[in-house]
C-alpha cells in the first residue's frame, strides 16, 4: 500500500493492478486475465477497447480537445438530438459525471417551480437506500446518514422515504414539494428495481400534484436493463420531465446528462448554470459513438436475452446454495444476489479466481457484466460463482 501513501484514503483496492483491457477482460501487466462483471460500475457497457470508441476517441483527439461552452462545441447538437430522438426529453445539459446530472436535475426541477410562480416549491421527495452521488447536495438527496456524517448541517430541502412505499410519497407532498427524485432501478441500494406499475403511480401523482418526476438513471441507463433507459419498460406511461443519466453512456469517456422537457428546462437560460468541461468535444465524440452502439436493436436484444439466460443460472445458484444465497434480483444486466455471507468476503473469493464483480447495499453481490456478453462468459462466470459459494458455505452468517 506504500505506492498509495498520497492517495486520499478513500478507496481501498487490492493490490492487483490492470494495465489492459479488452471486451469482457481485464489484464495485469504479466497477462493474468480476469472477467470483468463489474465493468467500472456499469460504466464500461461496450466491453473495454471497443474499436469504435477508440477510433471515435483518438479521430477527435487529433482535432481538437476543449473550447468551453462559450463556443459551440462539436457533437453536442448532434448527442442532444440522439438522445431526443429517442426520449421523452426536448433539452439536454452536458456534465461530466453522475453527480453532476442529478445537481442539474435537481436545479432544473427547483428553478422550472420557481418560473411558474411557485417560488415556495422546493422540497425533493426522495427514497432510502437512494444513491444520487458525492457532491454536497447529492449526498443530502440520497440521505445516507453514512454519507453525510461530518459534512455540517444537513442540507434542508430533500426528504427521504421509505422505499417503495407510495402511501409515504403521497402523505409527505405539501405544498412546498417541487419533484420526486427516484432511480428505476436502485443500484447502490441493493439493486431494487420499482415495478413498472409504481413508477405509473408516481407519474400520475406527479401530474396530479403539479410536481416534476425526476428520474435517476445514471447507473439503470444506457441500456443496462435492456431498454435504452429502465423507465421504458412502461411503454411511455411512466415518463418523466427530468432525467440523470451518465455512467454507461460514454463507455468509460467521463460523461453525463440531464434532460428534460421543454416545460421543465424553461427556466434554465444564460447564466443559471454551466459547466467548464461538461459536453467538451473529446466526450461529445464518445458519447455519440457509444449512443449508436447502445441504442442498437441488437444488443438491446443481447441485454434481454444475456440477462434471462443469468438470472436462470442465478436461480440455480441459489438453489444448489441455500445457505449462502438468499435471493436473486435485479433488471436486466443489473444483478444481485442477496447473500446470508458477507457479500464483501465473497466478493474477495470471486476476485482470487479472476472473476471481477461487485457489491451493494444490504449484503447483495452486485453483477454488473458488459452488454456485449455472450452465453460462454456467463458460463465462466458461474462457474467461478458456484466454487466461491461452496467455499463460502462454512462463512460465518452475515449479521447487519
Ligand atoms: C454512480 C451514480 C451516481 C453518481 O455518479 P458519479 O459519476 O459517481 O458522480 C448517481 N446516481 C446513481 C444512480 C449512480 O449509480
Known sequence: ????????????????????????????????????????????????????????????????????????????????????????????????????????????????????????????????????????????????????EGFGPVMPGFTNLPFGDFDAIKDAISENTAAILIEPVQGEGGVRALSTAFLKSLRALCDEHG???????????????????AHQWADGQADPDIMAVAKGMGGGFPVGACLATERAAKGMVVGTHGSTYGGGPLAMAVANAAFDLLNDPKLLANVNKMSNYLLQQFEALKDAHPDVVEDVRGKGLLTGMKLKKKALDVRNLARAQNLLIGTAGDNVLRLLPPLIITEEHVREAVAVLDTVFTQAKDMDDFEA
Open 211 to 229: 410536481l416534476f418526476l425526476v428520474y435517476d438513471e445514471v447507473q439503470s441507463g444506457a441500456g443496462r436493463t435492456g431498454k435504452l433507459f
Open 1 to 148: 500500500m506504500s505506492d498509495n501513501d498520497h492517495i486520499y484514503n478513500c478507496y481501498s483496492p487490492p493490490p492487483v493492478e490492470f494495465v489492459k483491457g479488452e471486451g469482457a477482460y481485464l489484464y495485469t501487466e504479466n497477462g493474468d486475465k480476469y472477467l470483468d462483471f463489474i465493468t467500472g460500475i456499469a460504466v464500461n457497457g461496450l466491453g473495454h477497447s471497443h474499436p469504435a470508441l477508440v477510433g471515435a476517441l483518438t479521430e477527435q483527439a487529433g482535432k481538437l480537445w476543449h473550447l468551453s461552452n462559450m463556443f459551440r462545441v462539436p457533437g453536442q447538437y448532434e448527442l442532444a438530438d440522439k438522445y431526443c430522438a429517442h426520449t421523452f426529453a426536448d433539452k439536454v445539459f452536458f456534465t461530466n459525471s453522475g453527480a453532476e446530472a442529478v445537481e442539474c436535475a435537481i436545479k432544473t426541477a427547483r428553478r422550472a417551480q420557481f418560473v411558474e410562480g411557485h417560488e415556495n416549491r422546493y422540497e425533493i421527495l426522495t427514497t432510502k437506500g437512494a444513491f444520487h452521488g458525492r457532491t454536497i447536495a447529492t449526498v443530502n438527496a440520497g440521505g445516507n446518514p453514512k454519507y453525510m
